[in-house]
């Protein structure tokens, strides 16, 4: 499975940014689709998944602000970040597995290449 990661970039905080997963190679529909995020020196976070039924999962620190989404027929997983903090600069990440282990970084065998969001105050 392949996965291409866009639509990072420069952002006012406050204002709002949609990342997008493109995957090829697998069987996009039945894979859990999460997005991480990870700032030097620490270890990468979960940002949101959402299972093969679209059950979506956030972390506390997201949580009200960005969601996750996906489309099967375009095998393309979203994250829509509203109201962007200072804080959720980083290099973001989208993987790909059969897991159970959801919001664990080593249960996914596939990663895109990351994209770097930067929100400045």
């Known amino acids: 499975v392949q996965l291409q990661a866009s639509g990072g970039g420069l952002v006012q905080a406050g204002g709002s940014l949609r990342l997008s997963c493109a995957a090829s190679?697998?069987?996009?529909?039945?894979?859990?689709m999460a997005w991480f995020r990870q700032t030097p020196g620490r270890e990468r976070e979960i940002v949101a998944t959402i299972t093969r039924d679209h059950l979506t999962d956030y972390s506390t620190s997201v949580k009200g602000r960005f969601t996750i989404s996906r489309d099967n027929a375009k095998n393309t997983v979203y994250l829509q970040m509203n109201s962007l903090k200072p804080e959720d600069s980083a290099v973001y990440y989208c993987?790909?597995?059969?897991?159970?282990?959801?919001?664990?970084?080593?249960?996914?065998?596939?990663w895109g290449q990351g994209t770097l969001v930067t929100v400045s105050s």
């Open positions: 993987a790909a597995d059969q897991t159970r282990d959801r919001t664990i970084a080593p249960s996914y065998r596939y």
């Open positions: 190679g697998g069987t996009f529909s039945s894979y859990v």
